[in-house]
């Protein structure tokens, strides 16, 4: 296959991607709160009508994009996570997700994507403020390729949408033989225990999952790429002769991805024990890279695996 | 000469009094924000300013009205009511479980653009849609009316200076000028004045009338379509808040509630 994606960040595939779909579509704006992007600069010079700046103001970007959306337009806002999510969640909420207006919110920097930057630009709770709306849809790629198709996904979608960016390549997973209509994918089948990741963490259960086998743990890997909705059918049915579930995000543990995995199980009547590893009630000022970030938080690989085989006496 | 707008007085009467009914009938909603804007609505709804069709609420070429202080919602549904959007019937339902609307407004119901409740959505919305109608050079207009209290959301403020950046002449603020909030009088709590010098800094054109005055409505109202600059307009509109109720009028005490008992009747006395 074609490795155009290897060197790809998520944000160019998924930018290029909705290029070709604004040339072809007249009525697809783009909505920036004054943030660029390589991939950006052929879209704002060849459509410069459906490109739209609306300045650091992301409340009034999602108002705007709902009034264009009134309009019959298919509207992407465009921030930083952090400002396309929490610092205009009311407006998400009354205009998006009470109304059920179409348009797609892109964050990029999931996690600690922007590590460097402290606190104030890492995103560890859109998943939990992402989720308890109704009518939204989230989507949290694990690598380039995924995000490129989730351009085309979110664009035929008839209610919102959010997708999570990460900021850095990912190895990538995919490609053309994965539509992504399933919300999450089997990555490894697992007898003894399923490790499910989200984004970038996704990669991380594949390391600790190879780890595993050396202790004789045979952990399967998911990646669970559609958090809302989730695909409850197809996740109970492979995990559910499982002897338990891990779950990993570079997330909050308060309501994230591994909370609504438990909502699912518990919901399915499958009582599994679960071991969860995420932020723990914290923000951070930390710095020294995105692996010594993950590594205060037990993130990291070797935290995980001691964590995780600590976990499994136990149960 | 003086123009004759007593069929306008005689239709604001009217409908203070329907909002009224359906309010006391209810027990609850913002009597006193519906009637600070009545003359305003009026205007728009009856004066030949707004272009409808009540057959086909979602007209194409319809003018679109926003009511971004979704309190006011009552004055808006009996409005809607009355030009045959739904039937009248339906504002005896006010907040009822079989109903189809309670206190803030909601888009689901025939003539409404949008839902409105939490404020400083309005103008933004309102933006994006005259956005869209510069780009393809439609001719239907954006009027938005905020409350006063509203302008201390900084999301307005926000939409103000995009409205004004794209030069969207197709889009009318008014602001409902009443001088209250819910506890206290503007000036009271945080000072909004002078306003007129607030939005021409954001680069509009602004006007100030007596909001309840047909004749300043519509002098301000008039060639609203037709303006040559390109600048936005906003309409300052001193109203009064429970305008129409003697004991009502202009009181903090009377945000968000209907009167009760003998209250409810001797305003009702009032509007007959």
Known sequence: ?315 | MKKNYKKYEEKARYLRRKVLEMCVKAGTGHVTSSFSCVEILVALYYGGILKYNPKNPKWEKRDRFILSKGQASPILYVILADLGFFPISACDKFCCADGMFGVHLQNDVPGVEITTGSLGHGLGIGAGMAYIAKEEKKDWFVFVLLGDGELYEGSVWESALFVSHHKLNNLVAIVDRNWLCVTDFTENIVKLEPIEEKWESYGWETKRIDGHNFEEIFDALKGVKERQTEKPLVIVANTIKGKGVSFMENKILWHGIAPKGKEAEKAIKELK
């Open chain 1, 1 to 315: 296959m074609k490795n155009e994606f290897k060197n790809k960040t998520m944000r160019d595939s998924f930018f290029d991607r909705l290029y070709e779909l604004a040339k072809e579509d007249k009525n697809l704006y783009l909505i920036s709160a004054d943030m660029g992007a390589p991939s950006l600069d052929k879209f704002r010079k060849d459509l410069k009508k459906q490109f739209i700046n609306v300045g650091i103001a992301e409340e009034n970007m999602v108002l705007v994009a709902t009034g264009l959306s009134l309009c019959g337009k298919k509207a992407y806002i465009y921030a930083i996570m952090p400002f396309v999510t929490s610092r205009c969640y009311e407006m998400l909420k009354v205009d998006l997700s009470l109304m059920n207006i179409p348009v797609t919110a892109i964050g990029v920097g999931a996690g600690f994507g922007y590590d460097d930057s402290g606190p104030t630009h890492h995103c560890t709770e859109d998943i939990t403020i992402m989720r308890v709306l109704p009518n939204f849809h989230i989507f949290s790629p694990s690598d380039s390729f995924m995000a490129y198709k989730f351009a085309e996904i979110t664009y035929k979608l008839k209610s919102p949408s959010y997708i999570r960016l990460d900021r850095k390549i990912l190895p990538q997973l995919y490609n053309e033989k994965n539509d992504f209509s399933d919300g999450l994918s089997i990555l490894k089948e697992g007898k003894d225990f399923y490790i499910i990741g989200t984004g970038n963490m996704t990669h991380r259960a594949i390391e600790v999952s190879e780890e595993l086998e050396k202790y004789r743990i045979n952990a399967g890997v998911i990646d669970l790429y559609r958090i809302k909705p989730i695909n409850e059918k197809l996740l109970t049915k492979t995990v559910k002769n499982a002897k338990g579930i891990i779950t990993i995000e570079e997330h909050l543990l308060a309501g994230g991805m591994g909370s609504a995995v438990i909502e699912v199980l518990v919901d399915n009547g499958i009582n599994l024990p679960v071991k969860r590893f995420g932020v723990k009630d914290k923000y951070l000022y930390a710095y020294g890279g995105r692996e010594n970030i993950q590594k205060i938080c037990g993130l990291d690989k070797n935290s995980v695996v001691k964590g995780i085989l600590e976990w499994s006496k136990k149960i």
